[in-house]
């Protein structure tokens, strides 16, 4: 009933192993009180003959939980059929005869469903009641030597009782069971369960009679911040519409599915042109986009599509689902409100994907990664200021991957919670080791990701970390971007609250080239603005650059916040940002990213210019 994978919960699947028990053991039973009740005679062969039919009970009711039905067992029904009416009209063997009574009416309601199983054992009813008026057999006459007596009727009545009965029962009780288990609770919709159940059927029928189809991954635009700010009922009632919108815009024998969250499943089966998914991808976004009132308030949401299509983007259910939602998130990167189809292109992006992925899992085994650190400047001194940690990644296949490729991946993927934690433990080691060599001290910074900060334990683990290295919390500063900060997570703003409070300091990167926003420099506590690098490269050329660059460097003195300029390779640029007052230098100008012999010997380098300084 349930298809791997699924997400039955383990409260539904007991209920229905409990039943499958129970419906298993009330056969036995009755069974056994049929054969006492009516046949008090010859128990030796009676219950070899019960045996017989306990074994053949189990293994179609292990079929009807399987739902392996063939052909073959409606042919051997109708030989079934055939065999025990010659035994009822012949008086045929008494082992055979109590075997069939027995099987046959749990047999037929097996294949036939309560009603026409009725209807059949009915029949075969009124035919052994006509045979024994006919063959003028007394009513209490005993039942050996006679295969068929009126405690045989008896006897087959009770068990085309007990078979109904189970019949009614699985009808019931069993398929709601089964229909939750495979529908969406909130928007009675089909679940993940149900999509991977019928793809893989429409996919064999498909190769079959050689039809297509395709599948379309959909995602509302902005849901999450709908339902953060909104609150969890409004979303939900959002879905339910939005639901209900999706399932009266597509044809009957279409399929709409919720997977979870804000994504929804549509298969659009036997296409035979290819303008048909177009029409449907516009007119779904088209009743997606017309507003919905929730009480006093009118929302507008949008949807972002992807398209695969039957055979030629994919031959089975995982391939299919994981194309469409690659689609989906492109449409997503082309703005929003939109619809893509997977494409060529979009397959090899994909495949060098899951070759990153598939090897980002075994790099941290294997050592491939490691930490160079990069130096920040005073601007005034020209002292070392700070380092920020950065990861780098040199696979034996793939060669050299950068952290702008393969972190977005180990994001996605989950991998970067042990990644970011090696890294900073990684960081750590490497800072200690230079605080020893140096003669004053310095920031080490190192970049947060958003999904590492949702993480509940984080800010523990990463305190446990600094503790048993015992280097003061003061020294060290986390590296977040703008739009972290946007993103209403409370998850996310309680884990930058716990830093701060525990006196790590945080820094906003590439300030200026996402929503800046001044409440949440205090909101957060943060102490250092980086100006993005692009700004520093093209404010020599362009004096709006060099406008921004003024107003970022004012905007944190009036602050009190430490600013900090990226990229700068220039001398230019240099005394430019001097003039202005930007606090530190960080780019090529003074260094590159240095291996760890590398910033060692920089260490050193600054120290003996410093003594000499100093002595001169």
Known sequence: IYPAGGNTSLDQKGKVASLNSLILISVFIITLFTVQMCFDENYGRIFRTGRMAFVMIVLFFSLKLTKKITIHLYIFMVLMTIGFMICIYTDGNTNYSTLLVFTYPLITFF?????????????????????????????????????????????????????????????????????????????????????????????????????????FFLDLDKFKEINDTLGHKTGDSILIIIAERLKNSIRSNDLVARLGGDEFVIIMSDIKDEISPVVLANKLRSVVKESITIGDTKHYISLSIGIANFPTDGTYTDELLKKADFAMYQAKNAGKDCYKYFSQEQDRILHRKLQIETNLRKGLANNEFRIVMQPKIDTLTGELSGIEALLRWNNSKLGKIGPDVFIPIAEECGIIHSLGLWAFRESIRIYKELNIVSSHSFLLSVNLSPIQLQDRNFVSKIFEIVEEAEIDTDNIEFEITEGLLLKNDSDIYNALNRLTSLGFHLAIDDFGTGYSSLSYLKRFKVDTLKIDKSFIQNMLKDNDYLEIVKVIISMARIFGLTTVAEGVEENDELVSLKNLGCDQIQGYYYSKPLEYSEIMDYIREKISLLTIASTV
């Open 111 to 215: 294949l036939l469903g309560p009603k026409k199983g009725l209807i059949l054992n009915g029949l075969m009813s009124i035919f052994l009641f006509l045979v024994l008026l006919n063959n003028n057999i007394p009513y209490r006459e005993v039942w050996y030597p006679v295969a068929f007596s009126y405690r045989f009727l008896t006897a087959y009545l009770m068990v085309i009782a007990t078979a109904y009965a189970i019949e009614v029962i699985y009808t019931t009780t069993w398929k709601k069971l089964e229909e939750s288990a495979l529908t969406d609770k909130l928007t009675k919709l089909p679940n993940r369960s149900y999509i991977y159940q019928y793809l893989n059927q429409l996919i064999k029928i498909s190769k079959r009679s050689s039809n297509k189809f395709s599948v």
